[in-house]
């Protein structure tokens, strides 16, 4: 039995973000609505996620500076 309703769709965007080694950065705001969605009803969210989200948002940004023009 899952422990709150966001466990499942947490579990399946943690798996994408494990199973995406170098595009991992494209599943940040499937993670990020998770967590703001959990932080709206209350839950506690683990500071092990919101580690992770803001690693992954690190990541998105530099990947935007790595496709700009020099």
Request: proline share 7%; charged share 20%.
């Amino acid at each position: 039995m899952l422990k709150n309703p966001f466990e499942a769709r947490l579990n399946e965007v943690l798996s994408k973000i494990q199973n995406s080694s170098a595009g991992r950065y494209k599943h940040q705001p499937a993670l990020n609505a998770v967590l703001t969605n959990m932080r709206d009803s209350g839950l506690p969210i683990p500071h092990r996620l919101v580690e992770l989200n803001n690693s992954m948002l690190d990541e998105a940004v530099e990947a935007q500076f790595d496709n700009l023009p020099v």
